[in-house]
């Protein structure tokens, strides 16, 4: 069983940045293709970027587009999203997830492990 660990969220002000990162937890890995979701309150689960086992290959939500940039560094065992000029409409928890598919996808049910999730607010 994969268990993922989101960290990094918080409350910042509308325009600022932030990164959040996500590591597995456990010494049981390998190299999943992987992404990022969001839910707001009262919303479903959304997308928000997904990147290739190796990183060369990367999805973004067309509302984020621009401003969050997914990468990975496998030596590290660590996914991150970078998030700039943030908006309040960016408020959400945020979930990392990890997929069994052989290649980067945008959709929820092509992830297998998720992680509890990390709140992120901007206030405007």
């Known amino acids: 069983q994969v268990q993922l660990v989101e960290s990094g969220g918080g409350l910042v002000q509308a325009g600022d940045s932030l990164r959040l990162s996500c590591a597995p937890s456990?010494?049981?890995?390998?190299?999943?293709?992987m992404g990022w979701f969001r839910q707001a309150p009262g919303k479903e689960r959304e997308f928000v970027a997904a990147?290739?086992?190796?990183?060369?290959?990367?999805y973004y939500a067309d509302s984020v587009k621009g401003r969050f940039t997914i990468s990975r560094d496998n030596a590290k065992n660590t996914l991150y999203l970078q998030m700039n000029s943030l908006k309040p409409e960016d408020t959400a928890v945020y979930y990392c997830?990890?997929?069994?598919?052989?290649?980067?996808?945008?959709?929820?049910?092509?992830?297998?492990?998720w992680g509890q999730g990390t709140q992120v607010t901007v206030s405007s």
């Open positions: 997830a990890a997929s069994q598919a052989t290649r980067a996808t945008m959709r929820r049910d092509e992830y297998h492990y």
């Open positions: 456990g010494r049981t890995w390998r190299r999943y293709p």
């Open positions: 990147i290739s086992d190796l990183g060369a290959t990367t």
